[in-house]
């Protein structure tokens, strides 16, 4: 069984660009979690979608922003990029919509604005 | 709100001995607690997660533990290995909050052959 997939694995970008990164959950899941790590904040929550809603937003700008499509893969978008967007991107995915049996993260996309 | 404190920060233990990981949590009503390994630049992987209404679970030589009433969790790794070496996160879920983990800030372990 394939796990969470996240694509690309490496991006860079220059300050005011847009970057949109995509996520591949396990199949069957139907939820899939955010999450941005830098070495100076830890893992921050971004945000949370089930059957293409979000459900819940963390304390991020609008600048991010995300979807889930009706397969479940889902997609962030980041707009006008600050060096300070520079992180490791995780994608989170759980079977229920209550995580009961928790959640499975994908390798994450490390994103580079120079 | 939710805080996630793990102590210490970094851990160096020679091969062979006992690892004992500490993660508290200041919001007793949690859903569950998971505890994830991260390599270097690489995703989280999933060790072992405790519902609420449990314990303790355990996997090979790892074991955690649970006490809600005083904010704790402890993960222990039985005789320790070079290929232990990696960052330790513990992460729960608040129901209050939705689906949403709020992590520690990880216990950077060092394992010395």
């Known amino acids: 069984k394939a796990g969470v997939t996240q694509t690309p694995r490496y991006l860079i970008k220059t300050r005011g660009q847009q970057v949109t990164l995509s996520c591949s959950p396990i199949s069957g899941h139907r939820s899939v979690s955010w999450y941005q790590q830098t070495p100076g904040q830890g893992l921050q929550f971004l945000f949370e979608y089930f059957s293409e809603t979000q459900r819940n937003k963390g304390n991020f700008p609008g600048r991010f922003s995300g979807r889930q499509f009706s397969n479940s893969r889902s997609e962030m978008n980041v707009s006008t990029l600050e060096l300070g967007d520079s992180a490791l991107y995780l994608c989170?995915?759980?079977?229920?919509?209550?995580?009961?049996?928790?959640?499975?993260f994908g390798s994450g996309t490390r994103l580079t604005v120079v | 709100k939710q805080e996630v404190t793990q102590i210490p920060a970094a851990l160096s233990v020679p091969e062979g001995e006992n690892l004992v990981l500490n993660c508290s949590f200041t919001d007793s009503a949690i859903y569950n607690l998971q505890w994830f390994r991260q390599d270097p630049g690489k995703g989280l992987t999933s060790l072992l997660l405790?519902?609420?209404?449990?314990r303790e679970q355990t996997s090979g030589r790892l074991n955690a533990s649970l006490d809600k009433s005083s904010g704790r969790s402890t993960l222990y790794i039985a005789a320790s290995q070079p290929g232990d070496s990696a960052t330790y996160l513990c992460a729960v879920m608040v129901p209050a909050a939705g689906n949403k983990l709020t992590f520690g800030g990880g216990t950077r372990v060092l394992v010395k052959p």
């Open positions: 405790i519902q609420s209404s449990q």
């Open positions: 989170a995915s759980s079977s229920d919509s209550q995580a009961h049996y928790g959640y499975t």
